[in-house]
């Protein structure tokens, strides 16, 4: 069974448009982590967002939020007001807290292209 | 600011050549990790390695191996590169400390095995 599944290949979105990017895990530990990577067309990935399966509350970082429910094991990436530059890969991943597991998995990503 | 380098950004090397990818990080990171990154599945992990001489298999480990001798420095190795190699390399770095263990990758390595 995928870990990480992101069941959207690509998104187009109209500029200045909200846009939620999906992201569902499977995992059987208590403890783990998960996380929201952009990787734009020049190759970098970059990080966006945390959040850990203990945290009460959805992480936020600028204009990214994350819609974490963890009953349902969705961590779904929300962009407000999106750009021209927030064309890119989204990459959702998950730790898993088993000790000295360090690893991140990833899912396949979402192809995210803004419209003027 | 964290710095992870691969030593390039693009190669082209033939089928049954040995290649090797090298990376290296400037922040003291205890963890490195290789992955390869393919159209539609995502990134897969290959090796990583939690310590100086310390290496572990990933999800994909045939036809890869990797050395870590000193703990700035990890490098892949193609023992006898193939066509179905051809794929974009990312070399990524963690340290323990801290609440969140995210990944600070390299700018990738683009590799085309003809």
């Known amino acids: 069974a995928q870990k990480i599944t992101q069941t959207q290949p690509g998104m187009f979105v109209q500029e200045k448009e909200a846009v939620t990017l999906d992201c569902t895990y499977d995992t059987s530990d208590q403890s783990y982590g998960l996380f929201w990577y952009k990787q734009p067309s020049s190759g970098e990935m970059i990080f966006l967002i945390y959040q850990g399966s203990y945290d009460e509350q959805n992480a936020t970082e600028g204009r990214y939020s994350l819609n974490f429910q963890k009953a349902r094991k969705s961590a779904n990436l929300v962009i407000s007001a999106s750009q021209l530059g927030d064309s890119a890969m989204y990459f959702c991943a998950m730790r898993e807290a088993s000790f000295g597991n360090e690893k991140l998995t990833f899912g396949t990503g979402t192809r995210l292209t803004i419209i003027p | 600011d964290v710095k992870v380098t691969q030593s390039s950004r693009y190669l082209v090397k033939r089928t049954g050549e040995k290649v090797f990818l090298e990376c290296v990080q400037d922040?003291?990171?205890?963890?490195m990790f290789w992955y390869r990154q393919d159209p539609g599945l995502g990134l897969r992990l290959i090796y990583f390695s939690y310590d100086v001489k310390m290496k572990e298999k990933g999800d994909i480990p045939e036809g890869y191996s990797v050395s870590r001798e000193k703990k700035e420095r990890f490098s892949l190795i193609l023992e006898s590169a193939s066509t179905n190699q051809t794929s974009m390399y990312l070399c990524?770095?963690?340290?323990?400390?801290?609440?969140?263990?995210?990944?600070?990758f390299g700018s990738g390595t683009r590799l085309t095995v003809v």
């Open positions: 990524a770095s963690s340290t323990r400390v801290g609440v969140d263990y995210g990944y600070t």
């Open positions: 922040m003291d990171h205890e963890n």
